[in-house]
């Protein structure tokens, strides 16, 4: 097993950890507080026994912070993007932003590039249900704020051609089922086109990607390319991993150095690993409501099919009993016109 502290010497060992955690009596009752799986987790990451999980909210904004170290966001937007990136302007999230759907995501970074086009970096740690759906709405809610701040800024001069491409990059920690239609595929990009080739600028693009599935296909495989480099930086939690992310490219020494770092101060990152676990718990009841709210219309749908069933029984039982109780009154009326011939030769 490799030894990340040759690599990174700041990194504690679990002793030291402990000591500092019993050293103060909130930090004790909050590291008590978790599961012992939390606990092991926590301790794990901190020590190098597993690497830091990169698409933690606070890791992953300390690392890709694109006011501190623009060029790693740049960098890695331009090979999802395919085209070169330089982030102009970080915006703030917009507080009228889809409040009730927040708690979604563990992190959403909205950077303005250079053309003026929007980019929302989203970290989702459960692959919810509805992704198309909900991706559709950011991105709407996206374009909406791009206009209100074009058309604000231009006024009279505004025209509709200001209005720039909005991208919505989601990362996967744990994808939806349907991208596990496609074990083999871990960046999927879509956006809008019509079914006649004309050429028609719709704005809302996307880019999909299922880490977990891109663990599964670089397993015991060399890395390929900056890009698959990137992806593993956001995956690797095996100390090998790592090992062997740095020694191809070692820009990511600094990356994880800095994350190492943050472990030192124990208040901070057991604050921010309470946070994630208080966001991970949301994010768990939202997704049983989602399989509850999507078990319950399919319960719907079943009972209106078996109501739809048993009404066309009833339906066809109805016609059974009309045409029986016919038949019984032309017999009864074939038996009286018997019985007057009968009579009429008597």
């Not at 900056?226 to 995956?235: G, Q, V």
């Amino acid at each position: 097993m490799a030894d990340l502290k040759q690599y990174f010497p700041m990194i504690q060992d679990r002793k030291e950890v402990l000591a500092k955690i019993h050293d103060k009596v909130e930090l004790l009752k909050l590291f008590y507080s978790w599961t012992e799986e939390q606990q092991e987790e926590f301790l794990d990451f901190c020590t190098g026994v597993r690497g830091p999980r990169m698409l933690y909210d606070a890791f992953f904004k300390e690392v890709m912070n694109p006011e501190s170290a623009p060029e790693r966001l740049n960098e890695f937007l331009s090979l999802i993007l395919g085209t070169p990136v330089r982030i102009h302007a970080v915006l703030p999230n917009d507080s009228t932003r889809l409040a009730d759907e927040s708690s979604l995501l563990i992190t959403d970074i909205v950077v303005e590039l250079k053309d003026e086009s929007l980019a929302n970096v989203e970290v989702q740690k459960i692959g919810y249900k509805f992704p198309g759906e909900r991706s559709a709405c950011y991105s709407a809610d996206l374009l909406l704020r791009q206009y209100k701040r074009v058309r604000s800024k231009k006024r009279k001069k505004f025209s509709y051609r200001d209005i720039k491409s909005v991208y919505n990059i989601v990362l996967f920690e744990s994808s939806p089922e349907e991208f596990h239609k496609f074990p083999n595929v871990y960046i999927h990009r879509s956006e809008q086109k019509s079914d006649t080739g004309i050429k028609i600028e719709l704005l809302q693009k996307y880019v999909f990607i299922p880490i977990d599935i891109f663990k599964k296909t670089q397993h015991n495989k060399n890395i390929t390319g900056k890009l698959n480099a990137w992806l593993m930086f956001f995956s690797a939690e095996e100390p090998e991993e790592i090992v062997k992310l740095i020694q191809a490219y070692p820009q990511f020494k600094p990356m994880y150095e800095e994350t190492y770092e943050m472990c030192r101060n124990m208040e901070e990152i057991m604050g921010l690993f309470s946070k994630e676990l208080r966001e991970l718990d949301r994010n768990t009841v939202q997704l049983m409501i989602d399989e509850m709210q999507e078990d319950l219309e399919q319960k719907k749908a079943e009972l209106k099919k078996q109501k739809n069933v048993a009404e066309a029984e009833r339906l066809r039982a109805d016609r059974l009993e009309e045409s029986e109780r016919q038949k019984s009154e032309q017999l009864e009326q074939a038996l009286r016109r018997i019985a007057e011939l009968e009579e009429q030769k008597g």
